[in-house]
């Protein structure tokens, strides 16, 4: 008796990036990552305890998904997001329901969302030069910032230093400076992470500046728009971030 092969369709997605914000000799510059549709073992992943407390378990399965020959921790985070969205759409379909409370009513409601209408943010591609790079001038200092656009492996070292933050020392540390010393890259053209974290640490990053950084950083940051919008049951549109919840991945699991 042969052995019988089995395969599972995939799907060619494109980037919010579009590969620009990666080097050249990185396979996502091209752009677009092959993805497989979620069988039973990513099922089983998502509902695996052990990966559930750890916080692994999505990323567990979208590396199943993925079959682009791509290292995962090279993604940015926007395009990481795209992904997800790509990944639970192949999965259950484009439509999303969730309970979200009624502004008017005050009673919660399940309304619908359509995850194909999600749009990729517009930014200026011009300035994506297959380099992650960018500068911006503080408007109230004068002094040069240069920062990156953050990835997977970034995201995992500063959730690392906050963590070890508050069990070393016991406090909390602070979530928009952290995140600002491993999005920063230079400062005043001085590639040094001591020269990032003196500028913030010791009181140089002013706080009108860093609202006016962190709104350039967004706006040149590929990603995938989570703005929705839904209607209620009196026929009022409104408009919301799409929520994630646990049943984003497993619709109807009761999770």
Request: glycine share 6%; aromatic share 8%.
């Amino acid at each position: 008796m042969s052995e019988q092969k089995f395969t599972v369709p995939t799907e060619v997605i494109e980037l919010p990036s579009k590969g620009l914000i990666y080097p050249k000799d990185n396979p996502l510059s091209s752009g677009q990552v092959e993805m497989k549709y979620m069988t039973a073992k990513e099922e089983d992943i998502l509902t695996n305890v052990n990966l559930l407390r750890q916080g692994l378990a999505i990323e567990k399965m979208l590396k199943s998904l993925i079959k682009s020959p791509i290292n995962y921790e090279d993604l940015t985070l926007g395009d990481r997001n795209g992904l997800l969205i790509a990944a639970r759409i192949l999965a259950y379909g484009k439509d999303y329901s969730f309970l979200y409370t009624n502004p008017n009513t005050g009673e919660e409601e399940s309304v619908q969302a359509d995850l194909q209408n999600l749009q990729y943010k517009q930014v200026d591609f011009s300035l994506l030069d297959n380099k992650n790079e960018f500068e911006f001038k503080l408007p109230k200092s004068g002094n040069t910032v240069t920062f990156k656009v953050l990835t997977v492996a970034d995201d995992k070292k500063i959730d690392e230093e906050i963590k070890g933050v508050k069990k070393n020392l016991g406090i909390e540390a602070g979530g928009i400076s952290t995140r600002l010393k491993h999005q920063i890259i230079a400062i005043n053209g001085e590639y040094s992470v001591k020269a990032v974290r003196d500028f913030i640490d010791q009181g140089y990053l002013l706080a009108i500046d860093s609202i006016e950084l962190r709104k350039y950083m967004s706006s040149v940051t590929p990603d995938i728009d989570m703005n929705i919008k839904v209607k209620l049951k009196d026929n009022e549109e409104v408009s919301l971030s799409l929520p994630m919840t646990a049943e984003f991945f497993f619709p109807g699991s009761g999770l």
